[in-house]
C-alpha cells in the first residue's frame, strides 16, 4: 500500500478570517519560548482515536496541531468529561502513526465471512475522492466505481450511496430552517448545521448554552442507517437484526456517534432498542486495510454501480463533504421549496460561501426571506466566532460548521498528509466534489427520484411523524 447583486460576501470580523492556506501544523510554544513536548493526552475510554505509547517520540507536533486547529484543551470541560472532540486531526499529521483512529476493519471482515449476516456497506462523498491516495493515485482521484466493486467482490452484500442520505438530511434540514424562519424568534437563530459529531460534541461541551440552535436533524450516515434497517430492509425482504451496516467515512467521530444515545431509532420502531442503526464506522484509510488484508486488488478492480436502492444522489449531496457545501445544497432546496421553482444560478456556485477562508459571511436573497448566512470551519475559529456572536448579537439566521479545516474532505479519518502538500491536496479533493456535482443532471436535493419516493412510500413529510421519529434529535 502507498501513500502518499444577489449574493454580497461581507467582512464579519477582519480578526475572525482566520484561513487555512496552509494546513500544516505549529508545535505548542509556552509563553517563555519553550516548545512544549509530549503527545496530546488520549484517554484509555476514547471511542474514536488511541496512542500507542511504543511509536511516540514525545515529539509535541500533535499538541500544536491540536491547540492550533481545537484549542480543546485550553478550554475548561464540565467535571468528569473528556475535552477530546474526537476529530482525529491530530492523527492525520503524526510521522510515526502513534496516533491512530481506534481500528475496527477486522471486525468488518469477520462479518463478511458471517454467512448468517446481511453486510450493507454505506460510502460517504469524500473518501471517494480521497482513498486513491492510500494506493499513490493523485489526490481528487474520483474511485468510486472501484470502491463499490472491490467491496462487492470482498462479499459485502449490499453498496450503497451516502449521498442519498446527504440529500434527505438537506431536505429535513431545508424544512426545519424555514420553519425557524416562520416563526421568527429571535431565540431560534442562528440555527446551526448539525451533521459534524465533533462539532456536536464540542457545543455540548462548551457551549451548551446554543444547543437549542443546532438543527434536530441527525447526521446524514445516521439517517441512513435508519433507513437501512427499516425501509432498505422491508423493500429487500431482509429482516433487519441480520443486518451488518457498516460505514465507510472520512471521519474518526462516527466511531462515537454511532453510539450516542438515540441512534438506534430503527431498533426503537422493531420494538428492538438494543439494535443500533450503525454496527460499525471505518475510516477511509481503514477502509484501504481491509482490502490490503483481503485477497481484492484495489487497482485491478472491475467498477461496479450502487445499489439501485438507497444507491443515487444529487450534486448537492456531493458537496456535502467540502466546507460550504452543507450550506449551499441546503440552500439551493431551500429556494425551491419557499418559491416553488428552480433557484438563480448562482446558487449552483455560491462564491461566498466557497474557499478556506476560517470564516465567510454571505447575504442571500430567498424572495420572502434574506439571510444572513456564515460558514466556519476548523473549531478554534468556531470558539471565536460564537464568543464574537455572543458579544455582538449579530443576526445571523444559518450557520454552517464543520470541525475539520477543509470539511470532510479533510476529515480525521483521510489519508495521511504531509504539511507540504496539505494545502494542495486538500484542495485537489474539494474540486473535485465540486466538478462532481457540475455533472450531475440533478443538483437539488429535493429533485432526486429517490427523495420523492421515500417520502411518497414511507416518510410521509419532511419534519413529519415518521421523519421525525427516525431522523432526528433532540440536542437539549
Known sequence: MKRREFI???TLNAGLLIGYGHFGYARNVLQDGRTQRGPVPVSPDNPAIQLLKDRCVNCGRCRGFCSNTTAVYEQVVPSGEDPCVYCGQCTLFCPHK???????????AQAIANSDKIVIASTAPSIRVALGEMYDLTPGTDVEGKIVGALKQMGVDHVLDATFSADLAVMEEATELLQRLEKGLSDSKPMFTSCCPSWVRFVKLFYPAIQPNLSTAKSPLLMQGALVKTWFAAKQGIDPANIIHIALMPCTAKKS???LEGMNSAGVSHGKPEMRDVDIALTCRELAYLLNESTVNFLEAQDAPYSPLMGSGSGAGLIFGNTGGVMEATLRTAYKLLNDKNPPAEFYEL???????GVRQANVDLGKHKLNVAVVHGLIN??????TLQSDQQPFDFVEVMACPGGCIGGGGQPNISDIDAEQLKQQRLNALYQRDISRKIRLSCDNPEIKAIYNDFLGEPLGKKSTELLHIERC
Open 382 to 387: 468556531a470558539k471565536s466566532f460564537i464568543e
Open 98 to 108: 502513534a496516533l491512530t483512529e481506534q481500528f475496527h476493519y477486522q471486525e468488518v
Open 351 to 357: 462564491r461566498p460561501v466557497r474557499g478556506f477562508d
Open 257 to 259: 456517534e454511532i453510539w
Open 8 to 10: 454580497k460576501l461581507t
